[in-house]
């Protein structure tokens, strides 16, 4: 079996940043993709990031491009999500995804690309 343990979250204010971590343990797989998604007080669960594993390559939802920045340490099977510029809009508990099923294609934004998933944490963005 696999875990992801997100960290990270906290209380910040408007203008503030974060740094979410996303640590994977136990059984491990090559990963196609890691992504951070999050969910709002009575929204759906929603995309924000997505790293592609072998090449790096990043995708990111409109709301969050260019203040949010996602990236991977391999080596520690790890996955971050740096936040800077946060908005009160941005109040979530943010999950850590990641997919170890081939894909013929892959959007990166779909949740159901992913099959493991963390408990979240939450992160909350003070006006």
């Known amino acids: 079996q696999v875990q992801l343990v997100e960290s990270g979250g906290g209380l910040v204010q408007a203008g503030g940043s974060l740094r979410l971590s996303c640590a994977a343990s136990?059984?491990?797989?090559?990963?196609?993709?890691m992504g951070w998604f999050r969910q709002a007080p009575g929204k759906e669960r929603e995309f924000a990031a997505a790293i592609n594993w072998s090449a790096g390559s990043t995708y990111y939802a409109d709301s969050v491009k260019g203040r949010f920045t996602i990236s991977r340490d391999s080596a520690k099977k790890t996955v971050y999500l740096q936040m800077n510029s946060l908005k009160p809009e941005d109040t979530a508990v943010y999950y850590c995804?990641?997919?170890?099923?081939?894909?013929?294609?892959?959007?990166?934004?779909?949740?159901?690309?992913?099959?493991?998933w963390g408990q979240g944490t939450q992160v909350t963005v003070s006006s």
């Open positions: 995804a990641a997919a170890s099923m081939y894909r013929s294609s892959r959007t990166y934004k779909w949740a159901q690309e992913y099959n493991y």
């Open positions: 136990g059984r491990t797989f090559s990963w196609y993709a």
